[in-house]
Nanobody
Framework: VQLVESGGGLVQAGGSLRLSCAAS????????IGWFRQAPGKEREFVAA????????YYADFVKGRFTISRDNTKNTLYLEMNSLKPEDTAVYYC????????????????WGQGTQVTVSS
């Protein structure tokens, strides 16, 4: 199983980035997929998640209205559209797949990517 994130980078505050997570080795639409992030010195935290079919979406309060999660099951790919970025969004962003995950719980996810760095400058 592989989850490979891409799309991170350096952006100014107020800017946008689109993260992608390409999955292989799993039946993609049978897995809920989540985005988590971890800033230096902080615990990994939930950002957003989407059900296998894409009908249910969950967001952390601090990204509601700014981030949008989506998936394309024909491409085995997950996306996170991030707008109005803030310096406090700076972190390594990880995608994770879980067959029966409670969306916000990292321990429920079975597979993790290596992460992609997002840096937002002020």
């Amino acid at each position: 199983v592989q989850l490979v994130e891409s799309g991170g980078g350096l952006v100014q505050a107020g800017g946008s980035l689109r993260l992608s997570c390409a999955a292989s080795g799993i039946t993609f639409d049978e897995y809920a997929i989540g985005w988590f992030r971890q800033a230096p010195g902080k615990e990994r935290e939930f950002v957003a998640a989407i059900s296998g079919g894409g009908g249910l979406k969950y967001y952390a309060d601090f990204v509601k209205g700014r981030f949008t999660i989506s998936r394309d099951n024909t491409k085995n790919t997950l996306y996170l559209e991030m707008n109005s970025l803030k310096p406090e969004d700076t972190a390594v962003y990880y995608c994770a797949a879980g067959a029966s995950a409670r969306p916000t719980r990292p321990s429920d996810y079975d597979y993790w990517g290596q992460g992609t760095q997002v840096t937002v400058s002020s």
